[in-house]
């Protein structure tokens, strides 16, 4: 599986953006799709899964939506109300451990390249 993120950019607080993921490869279906984010200086944070669930970081929920197009093999990221704290490198990543992967990094075997969020106060 390869996936390509795109939908990045620079927005004021408040605004929106919306990330998408791009995924090749058969049997996109099955797996959990997750978002992961790394602001500068800080350490990787899941945002978001979708799979048999969907699951959001506490900081996030309300405001991001995350949603999956099988027939297109792709998964987005729907971003409002952005933050300043929301300023990331945001990945898409792919995992086969369906329905079980929130929260633990190493379950995910694919990993897009990184689209830069960057929001201004």
């Known amino acids: 599986v390869q996936l390509q993120a795109s939908g990045g950019g620079l927005v004021q607080a408040g605004g929106s953006l919306r990330l998408s993921c791009a995924a090749s490869g058969r049997s996109f279906s099955a797996y959990d799709m997750g978002w992961f984010r790394q602001a500068p200086g800080k350490g990787r944070e899941q945002v978001a899964v979708?799979?048999?669930?969907?699951r959001y970081v506490d900081s996030v929920k309300g405001r991001f939506t995350i949603s999956r197009d099988n027939a297109e093999n792709t998964v987005y990221l729907q971003m409002n109300s952005l933050k300043p704290e929301d300023t990331a490198v945001y990945y898409c990543?792919?995992?086969?451990?369906?329905?079980?992967?929130?929260?633990?990094?190493?379950?995910?075997?694919?990993w897009g390249q990184g689209t830069l969020v960057t929001v201004s106060s």
């Open positions: 990543a792919a995992s086969p451990y369906y329905g079980s992967s929130y929260g633990d990094a190493w379950k995910y075997d694919y």
């Open positions: 979708i799979g048999r669930r969907i």
